[in-house]
């Protein structure tokens, strides 16, 4: 059993900051990708940014420069920190983390995914 566990959200007012957490937990060989999505109301789940076991970061152009993800390999977790945040910012945002979950040849990861945590932006 593989979990992933979203927190951090919540609500927050336009131009502060947060930061999300992801941890992954369970029956974990390694982690590989880990990445964060978001799917605001009434709309498509988008990709926000990854990041992969070595620690580089691929980000969606929009948010280049405002987000950053960062993890720490010993905690199984990853880190979505969102600066300068706007009511554009709500959404449910999502944690996905590609595991292996035994040393078998025949494993060659599976993604998993967290159930979300909501963040609104809001005065």
């Known amino acids: 059993q593989v979990q992933v566990v979203e927190s951090g959200g919540g609500l927050v007012q336009p131009g502060g900051s947060l930061t999300l957490s992801c941890v992954v937990s369970g029956n974990i060989f390694s982690i590989g990708t880990m990445a964060w999505y978001r799917q605001a109301p009434k709309k498509q789940r988008d990709f926000v940014g990854r990041i992969g076991n070595g620690g580089d970061t691929d980000y969606e152009d929009s948010v280049k420069g405002r987000f950053t993800i960062s993890r720490d390999n010993a905690k199984n977790t990853a880190y979505l920190q969102i600066n300068d945040l706007s009511p554009e910012d709500t959404a449910v945002y999502y944690c996905?983390?590609?595991?292996?979950?035994?040393?078998?040849?025949?494993?060659?990861?599976?993604?998993?995914w967290g159930q979300g945590v909501l963040v609104t932006v809001s005065s």
């Open positions: 996905s983390a590609n595991v292996r979950t035994s040393s078998s040849y025949r494993d060659y990861g599976m993604d998993y």
